[in-house]
């Protein structure tokens, strides 16, 4: 095994053998014995390195065609990026692609990524992974009887990739792979995420997207019912809670405390959003800490009456437990539990029957058995059906939906919560907010959805995500966000005119969520980024979306006023996100480009109408130099048509 | 009382006319009716049904609200039915329960009934499930039109079927129009394929050179399931043809369905029954002298790898179950693994597999193909037309579409008659074929959402004129059935001889008989790409310069005339192939790859050409339940001002604005030589308009498009999925009623 620090070897001794070494790839047996018409694109090539190079590393993209040009001219060379390093390179590599087969060929890592470069094959291949999207690395059995060691990397975006090279003969030196360890779980390394030095500067400042203040001004927030307060301004009510607040005008701040003891963490109901015409609200919190004994808070109480007397049009409160009751009522033993309806007097409790983080996480583990690699070919649906991941899909959504309804026709306030506050809820009220109000399915208002129903308001994207940390069987990491984004995507199904961003958006959201080249998704809480200086010292993934905005933009996109949705939601509707978790497979090739067909027509009408406005003003000069001669010139009937996109 | 009559009476003079009902289509008589009926509607509650008057035709059941809710603005409304009426040949089964007494009975022709029904459900074929109470209605007359219903659902002949009525007496009352005009066959642009002439073009279009029209059926004297005409190899003279036809079952000398550009042909086959004979035959029928290759004749014995046609019917049976008639709720908990077992998804997706792989033999290896199949009426109709359907733009377009089932289903002798079953004589003859063949098409337009010229509302709606007896393309087995019944209508009807079937009983496709110009404007796709490729016109080739907007020729339309002889496939089937070997070279093969997988590896590495070949992709997770038409009756599974028709409002908005300024260019620039003179300047547009939804004004701001949701354009009416008026479950209650399948055991046994 030759191995070189050098660039400059890069490509220079091309690997003449050709090596199959394909039996050990048992997983795509099944549908390779299937010999009927299969659909095998070979685009595995192109496609993982075109999709990997398209969405991995936008950065390519980012100043506008000529770096289009550049990326598809030379997608299969490592590209840099600003600050990227090349910490090791090793040649002899075999890849065992999981559709393709065996592929030998050049290793880079860097510190934000690894670069596969296969040499023994044309039209060449390249596999180009953000580091951060490495949730372990193992090395596989021992040396085989050709010496080779073999590493498999298990990633959190539904991908599995494996790797050989020859047994080190020189002992001492490391193989790539532990130094690609090293750079994949930074933290635990003590050494810094990738996004801390990634500079890349963009047009657009994605930091200022967000800013609380003006988000409730755009709500009418503060006004006769709410107000908006700063007790919290040194996160001392609560850490994990953002700065801003806002609370009922007719609770001042020394009783906030008092509710802020009652409800776990400290994360007492606080305004998300308002009706702009009923005044109905939704709020969110934590769990009230009953306990086993039934504790009261008469604060807590006086709380969520002041919640429903800001709304003169419903003497009702609908308080919706995210959790199956009998998770709720298994909290009273470490202390918390559920509002009781004696207590709380015209309040209503509903649960929601909606599974914790432990049980999401395991329901995505057998998705990901079902998909990947290879879809077998029967029992399909039946497969899709046992990982149980539609179904909660359809409990988070059929939840959302009925707090939307509520809030909506019943013109009622509703109080959202779960245990602690910021996975559930997060997931119900920014799910909710979708529904009611259009200004979230703008790219802008989904930005500011995400970053104040799940950043500022504390979802642990550190623990649940476990960016650079080594320890993968950690039970604080879940899908929750993934999940969230989920249900978005299958409500831009049922309404594909509703939402001005694309499915691309969402992928590229996932995507960055975990590559950890933005500073977004860092941190737990707004204390903790604020701590970090994450806005000075990153760069946000809202500077790079919004610097681009036509590749997430929804053409069908039509901005209707007072459009809520009211989504079906029946296991009918729901369909398994083909172009997030099935991506990887290369017979899943992305179904016709709709919007590229799009963009065409509208190029067409651009076109079209240029023509028509230039033959109307020659049309018009010419009658006016003679105006005798054609009396009834066509012009009357030009009118040009609307342009509206 | 009629219902204990002991022997069959003929159908017409079973119960004497009440009166001939004026709104409805000519010649319809009212049979019974009853009053105070309440149909059901609503979900949860009783408070939307609505009352009315329930009448039994000799054409339909219908019901006449009593205060007839405003008409929905924007919907499909058909000319000969109303939105509560149901065609007696759309119903599958008649169901009378009575709540009280907890009984129930299916009711099939000229049966008792011993009790008086409270309710009345009608399993219809298009999927909707409809419920009338009769909790309010005299009950002697609410029996008597649940035996009419009954009775006149099953219709002793043939000839019975409404549709003989109506068109003989549409025929002499709009004579004058028909004849004098100068159009042909009634404006009928597409070909039926019962003249030579249509074969003639069908040749020439796909560069059949060593392919003939054939008259030796003329008079079906050899086969009685073949059309009259038939293509056969020049090499063959008439009589070896005739010499051959007794290897075939009924005769049927094989059938030429398509040319490949590079010489293979597709051609469709009886079994043989002397063994000896098969490779002779394969020999003679496929390889022709110039064929480039001469590479082996592939023969697909299609029984062997695909269902047969009574695991297709169960298939549906159970999807349509599923997805109608369980209760909502109750389907909702087991949906996918419900569906998987019903193997409807499953069998979609082996057609289009099998399918596909005959496109890699035709096109990747040149080899001719030959469908092969028992008697060749049934499974080859769904392969044959799938597999040119892949290879051919034309038949993407609509005429080419409905040339297509002319070609391969009508003039085959697909046996529409049993199959659909119309006069509910033999069940086990009954299956979807030309609903999976529908679902089919659909799965390729939900891939390829640009290659279609007609919409999934175009196959919804087709699907549905199966259940409408007034065409004559779905009512019989075979031509010949067709054209006897024809000429004795005509005789009947004292129609002159001479007189073209077409202008006397006309085919489905002209759906001026069904739809204003405006709904039929829902047929069209906003996104199709046609293209300007070589066409045949008069018999010569003759190749339209290709255009470098590939949309600029088709956004207004190809002219009729020459639509016929569109030919897009044959260009880019060479640039494909060309490609191929360009690549081999450096193509190591991947693993222990097949050839046919190599083919679709390539195929799917290259963009796809949407006037070209197209593959669908067949993974399972590719195969998509079609649920605009299985649940767009089912009100649970409707989505409120959302489903893909609103992307579809959008699109066409977009393309008609197109169209507008198209028009207005055209009329800047004048009449260009060789072309028809131009509209008159500020000359109306909108006549003509392509779209259904059509430009907006600047000045109305974009509301929320309250009528669309995803059942649009249908309504979603009252089915079962809901608990019964005693909060039973109806569905539960009908336990053990072997819903859909066999009325037979059923209608004995009284309850």
């Not at chain 2, 494909?576 to 070279?585: A, D, F, G, I, M």
């Not at chain 2, 300047?681 to 109305?700: C, K, V």
């Amino acid at each position: 095994m030759e191995k070189s620090g050098s660039v400059d070897s890069l490509g220079s001794k091309r690997s003449s053998s050709r090596q199959p070494s394909v039996d050990s790839l048992s997983s795509t047996s099944t549908s390779r014995s299937d010999r009927s018409a299969q659909t095998k694109p070979h685009s595995a090539m192109s496609s993982d390195s075109v999709s990997t190079s398209a969405e991995l590393s936008p950065e390519l993209r980012v100043s506008g065609l000529q770096a289009k040009v550049l990326r598809d001219s030379n997608k299969e060379e490592l590209q840099l990026l600003p600050n990227e390093k090349v910490q090791d390179l090793a040649q002899d590599v075999t890849y065992f692609c999981p559709f393709i087969g065996a592929l030998r060929g050049i290793v880079t890592v860097t510190n934000y990524r690894l670069f596969f470069k296969c040499t023994d094959r044309d039209p060449a291949f390249a596999l180009d992974l953000p580091l951060g999207v490495v949730s372990r690395v193992e090395k596989i059995g021992g040396a085989s009887s050709r010496g080779d060691v073999s590493y498999g990397l298990v990633c959190k975006d539904v991908r599995n990739l494996r790797f050989a090279h020859k047994q080190m003969e020189d002992t001492l030196r490391k193989s790539i792979f532990e130094v690609l360890m090293k750079f994949a779980f930074p933290v635990s390394n003590g050494l810094q995420i990738f996004a801390f030095e990634y500079g890349q500067v963009f047009p657009e400042n994605g930091w200022k997207v967000c800013d609380a203040v003006s988000e409730y001004k755009r709500q009418g927030i503060p006004n006769e019912s709410w107000r908006i307060t700063k007790v919290n301004d040194h996160y001392e009510l609560c850490d994990t809670y953002p700065s801003t607040l806002a609370v009922p005008v007719n609770m001042p701040d020394e009783e906030l405390k008092r509710v802020a003891a009652f409800r776990a963490k400290g994360r007492i109901p606080v305004l998300s959003w308002i009706h702009p015409e009923s005044q109905a609200t939704v709020t969110r919190c934590s769990q009230p800490m009953v306990g086993v004994n039934g504790k009261r808070s008469k604060e807590d109480e006086k709380y969520l009456q002041a919640i429903m007397d800001a709304n003169a049009q419903s003497h009702k409160l609908f308080i919706f437990d995210a959790r199956p009751s009998v998770n709720a009522a298994a909290n009273k033993m470490k202390g918390g539990g559920y509002e009781s309806e004696d207590a709380y007097q015209n309040a209503e409790l509903v649960f929601l029957d909606i599974h914790n983080i432990h049980v999401m996480r395991e329901s995505l583990r057998k998705l990901k058995d079902v998909v990947y690699p290879n879809i077998e070919d029967s029992h399909w649906l039946s497969n899709l059906e046992s990982t149980h991941w539609l179904e909660h899909i359809k409990l988070i959504l059929a939840g959302a939906l009925r707090i939307a309804d509520k809030v909506e026709s019943g013109k009622t306030s509703v109080v959202v919560h779960c245990s602690d506050g910021w996975d559930r809820t997060c997931q119900l009220t920014s799910l909710a907010m979708l529904m009611l109000d259009g200004y979230y399915r703008t790219i802008r208002g989904f930005e500011v959805l995400l970053e104040k129903e799940w950043l500022s308001f504390g979802h642990r994207f550190q623990l649940r995500i476990g960016h650079g940390d080594k320890n993968h069987t950690d039970a604080d990491r879940s899908p929750v966000f993934i999940q969230f984004v989920d249900c978005v995507w299958q409500l831009t199904r049922q309404f594909p005119a509703a939402f001005e961003f694309n499915e691309n958006f969402l992928v590229t959201i996932l995507d960055h969520l975990y590559s950890c080249l933005f500073g977004t998704f860092l941190c737990n809480s707004e204390q903790q980024r604020l701590k970090e200086e994450i806005p000075k010292r990153t760069v946000s993934l809202w500077s790079y979306i919004n610097s681009q905005l036509e590749e997430f933009t929804n053409p069908f996109y039509v901005n209707y006023s007072n459009h809520v949705l009211f989504p079906a939601v029946s296991l009918r509707h729901l369909e398994l996100w083909v172009g997030y978790y099935i991506r990887w497979n290369p017979r899943m090739r992305p179904q016709e480009p709709v919007h590229q067909r799009y963009k065409e027509l509208l190029a067409k009408r651009a076109e079209l109408q240029k023509r028509v406005d230039e033959l109307q003003r020659e049309v018009t000069n010419r009658s006016a130099s003679s105006s005798s001669e054609r009396a009834g010139s066509p012009t009357r009937s030009i009118t040009p048509v609307q342009t509206f996109v | 009382m009629f219902s204990g009559k002991p022997t069959k009476p003929t159908f017409k003079c079973y119960l004497p006319p009440v009166q001939v009902c004026i709104c409805g289509s000519l010649c319809e008589i009212v049979v019974n009716e009853v009053n105070f009926v309440r149909k059901c509607i609503s979900a949860e509650s009783s408070q939307d049904d609505l009352w009315g008057k329930l009448i039994c035709t000799n054409f339909k059941v219908s019901f006449i609200p009593q205060d007839a809710p405003p008409k929905q603005k924007l919907k499909l409304s058909h000319l000969l039915l109303e939105e509560h009426d149901i065609p007696l040949t759309c119903l599958e089964q008649v169901v009378t329960v009575n709540d009280t007494k907890g009984k129930k009975k299916v009711l099939g022709s000229n049966q008792k009934l011993k009790f008086n029904p409270t309710e009345l459900i009608l399993y219809c074929k298009d999927l909707r499930v409809i419920r009338f109470c009769f909790d309010e209605a005299g009950p002697e007359s609410a029996k008597k039109v649940c035996l009419a219903i009954a009775h006149y659902s099953h219709p002793a002949d043939l000839q019975l079927l409404f549709g003989f009525d109506y068109q003989g007496r549409r025929y002499h009352e709009s004579k004058g129009e028909w004849v004098n005009g100068s159009v042909p066959r009634g404006g009928l642009q597409t070909p039926i394929f019962d003249r030579p002439s249509d074969w003639d073009r069908e040749i020439k279009r796909t560069g059949a050179s060593e392919w003939r029209v054939c008259s030796i059926n003329e008079h079906y004297a050899i086969s009685q399931s073949l059309p009259e005409y038939i293509v056969v190899p020049v090499s063959l003279a008439d009589q070896d043809l005739k010499q051959h036809s007794s290897f075939f079952t009924d005769q049927r000398i094989p059938l030429w369905c398509w040319n490949h550009s590079n010489g293979s042909a597709l051609v469709r086959m009886t079994a043989i029954n002397d063994p000896l004979q098969q490779r002779k035959i394969d020999q003679r029928y496929t390889v022709i002298k110039s064929h480039p290759q001469r590479n082996e004749v592939v023969r697909s014995d299609l029984e062997k790898f695909l269902p047969g046609i009574q695991d297709i019917q169960s298939a549906f049976v159970k999807v349509r179950q599923i997805c109608v008639v369980d209760p909502f709720e109750e389907s909702e908990e087991r949906w996918f693994s419900s569906i998987e077992n019903s193997r409807w998804l499953e069998y979609v997706r082996v057609f289009l597999k099998h399918s596909a792989e005959m496109v890699y033999y035709l096109d990747g290896k040149n080899s001719s193909v030959i469908l092969q199949e028992e008697d060749d009426r049934d499974l080859s109709c769904v392969v044959s037309s799938l597999v040119q359907l892949m290879l051919d733009p034309h038949y993407r377009s609509i005429i080419g579409f409905q040339s297509l089932v002319q070609k391969e289903w009508v003039m085959a002798g697909h046996r529409f008659l049993d199959r659909c079953n119309h006069l509910k004589k033999n069940e086990k003859e009954e299956s979807p074929l030309f609903m999976l063949f529908l679902d089919c098409v659909w799965q390729m337009i939900n891939q390829y959402p640009s290659a279609f010229e007609f919409t999934e509302t175009y196959l919804t709606v087709l699907s549905d004129s199966m259940w409408i007896p007034l065409f004559s393309t779905f009512l019989f087995n075979s031509p010949k059935q067709r054209s006897h019944c024809l000429m004795d209508f005509a005789k009947n009807k004292a129609i002159p001889q001479g007189e073209d079937q077409v202008v006397y009983f006309p085919p489905v496709w002209n759906w001026s008989q069904q739809f204003s110009a405006k709904d039929q404007t829902l047929f069209n796709n906003p996104m199709y790409v046609g293209k300007g490729a070589p066409c045949v016109q008069n018999g010569e080739v003759k190749t339209f310069r290709r255009t470098k907007k590939t949309f600029s020729s088709t956004m207004r339309g190809t002219p009729a005339s020459l639509r016929n002889g569109l030919r897009g496939g044959e260009d880019s089937l060479h640039r494909r192939s060309s490609l191929v070997s360009e690549l081999k070279p450096d193509f190591s093969p991947v693993k222990d790859e097949s050839p046919s997988e190599r083919f679709f590896r390539d195929w799917f590495s290259r963009p796809a050409n949407q006037q070209g070949i197209l593959i669908p992709l067949l993974l399972p997770s590719h195969m998509a339940l079609w649920k605009l038409f299985f649940l767009r009756w089912v009100p649970e599974a409707c989505i409120a001002r959302g489903g893909p028709i609103t992307a579809y409002h959008k699109l066409s908005q977009l393309v008609d604005e197109i169209e507008i300024l198209q028009g207005q260019l055209r009329q800047y620039k004048g009449p260009s030589p060789g072309s028809t003179p131009l509209p008159s300047p500020g000359g109306p547009l909108s006549d003509q308009r392509r779209m259904y939804f059509t430009a907006i004004s600047p000045s109305d701001p974009p509301t929320p498009p309250d009528f669309l949701n995803s059942s649009f354009p249908f309504t979603p009416v009252g089915n079962l999925c809901r608990p019964g008026v005693h909060g039973t479950p109806i569905s539960k209650f009908l336990n053990g009623a072997r819903i859909w399948l066999s009325t037979e055991t059923l209608d004995n046994d009284a309850l």
